[in-house]
């Protein structure tokens, strides 16, 4: 087995706390906690990054293209995350939004041996959907080396889809393979190298920022509410009548009647108001 070269990486570099073993739960607490604050400023950094990254998605989807997430590890679970949580958020499709991780779906749970290895195993992965060039595919990997993120990137650069990245080192294989990489740099992990922390927190923020700034921008949040949301539950249902009490000044009863009637908060509000 050949020698894997992590030096210089930020995401591999020695842990600014020492002695971690000696120390009480609390220290323990304010050392996570005092990291962690440092994370939202390295995200400011990269907005630039993540606006260009946005603005190219959005204009293809508005023609009908489709996101992938691509990744391995904690990396592939924030992108099946994040994709999850696109249709009952947003009621868009299942298949607007996908995340894809290395070793299949049985690795969201249990790690899947040298999956992250194979270089063509992505671009096999993505295949499954028939992919197009209006899609975009997004490669996120901590370390920015990872072989089926690399791999998956520039099989799609190949066949003409849009690719992005969100990597937590500079200058990484993942961000040269990328047309508009997002480099969130967040420095030593708390506990040297495991990545799941700072890194793994980075980059749900910025995942965040993609996924929420992209449906709203596809018109799928009126005003600051989430008017096409799924109401798979008393409590989305609750919230609403709640929505559509605020958005057509009405009360409670006529409200609930209203979202019983047409399914959806913004039909709700479409039919009050056109009536």
């Given at each position: 087995?050949?020698?894997?070269?992590?030096?210089?990486?930020?995401?591999?570099?020695?842990?600014?706390?020492?002695?971690?073993?000696?120390?009480?739960?609390?220290?323990?607490?304010?050392?996570?906690?005092?990291?962690?604050?440092?994370?939202?400023?390295?995200?400011?950094?990269?907005?630039?990054?993540?606006?260009?990254?946005?603005?190219?998605?959005?204009?293809?989807?508005?023609?009908?293209?489709?996101?992938?997430?691509?990744?391995?590890?904690?990396?592939?679970?924030?992108?099946?995350?994040?994709?999850?949580?696109?249709?009952?958020?947003?009621?868009?499709?299942?298949?607007?939004?996908?995340?894809?991780?290395?070793?299949?779906?049985?690795?969201?749970?249990?790690?899947?041996?040298?999956?992250?290895?194979?270089?063509?195993?992505?671009?096999?992965?993505?295949?499954?959907?028939?992919?197009?060039?209006?899609?975009?595919?997004?490669?996120?990997?901590?370390?920015?080396?990872?072989?089926?993120?690399?791999?998956?990137?520039?099989?799609?650069?190949?066949a003409g889809l849009?690719?992005?990245?969100?990597?937590?080192?500079?200058?990484?294989?993942?961000?040269?393979?990328?047309?508009?990489?997002?480099?969130?740099?967040?420095?030593?992990?708390?506990?040297?190298?495991?990545?799941?922390?700072?890194?793994?927190?980075?980059?749900?923020?910025?995942?965040?920022?993609?996924?929420?700034?992209?449906?709203?921008?596809?018109?799928?949040?009126?005003?600051?509410?989430?008017?096409?949301?799924?109401?798979?539950?008393?409590?989305?249902?609750?919230?609403?009548?709640?929505?559509?009490?605020?958005?057509?000044?009405?009360?409670?009863?006529?409200?609930?009647?209203?979202?019983?009637?047409?399914?959806?908060?913004?039909?709700?509000?479409d039919a009050y108001?056109?009536?």
């Amino acid at each position: 087995m050949s020698e894997i070269n992590l030096k210089g990486l930020a995401t591999e570099a020695s842990s600014n706390h020492n002695d971690l073993d000696k120390k009480s739960v609390r220290e323990l607490l304010e050392g996570i906690n005092s990291e962690d604050k440092t994370v939202p400023l390295a995200v400011e950094k990269a907005l630039p990054q993540i606006e260009a990254l946005v603005q190219q998605i959005v204009a293809r989807m508005k023609k009908g293209g489709r996101l992938f997430y691509i990744g391995a590890g904690t990396s592939g679970r924030l992108g099946i995350v994040d994709a999850s949580e696109c249709p009952p958020t947003y009621g868009v499709p299942f298949d607007l939004v996908i995340g894809l991780i290395a070793g299949g779906d049985s690795a969201i749970r249990k790690a899947v041996e040298n999956a992250e290895d194979d270089v063509n195993q992505a671009w096999i992965d993505i295949s499954e959907y028939d992919p197009k060039p209006e899609d975009t595919v997004i490669g996120i990997a901590a370390s920015g080396r990872t072989p089926y993120v690399i791999g998956g990137l520039k099989a799609a650069n190949e066949a003409g889809l849009l690719t992005g990245c969100i990597v937590c080192n500079e200058g990484s294989a993942v961000a040269a393979a990328a047309q508009f990489p997002v480099e969130v740099v967040v420095g030593p992990e708390f506990v040297t190298g495991s990545t799941r922390m700072k890194s793994g927190t980075a980059q749900k923020l910025v995942l965040n920022m993609i996924s929420t700034t992209v449906m709203i921008q596809l018109g799928r949040v009126r005003g600051n509410k989430m008017v096409d949301m799924q109401l798979s539950n008393e409590k989305l249902v609750e919230r609403g009548i709640r929505m559509i009490m605020q958005e057509a000044q009405i009360e409670y009863d006529l409200a609930a009647k209203l979202l019983q009637e047409h399914g959806s908060v913004r039909k709700a509000v479409d039919a009050y108001n056109n009536k």
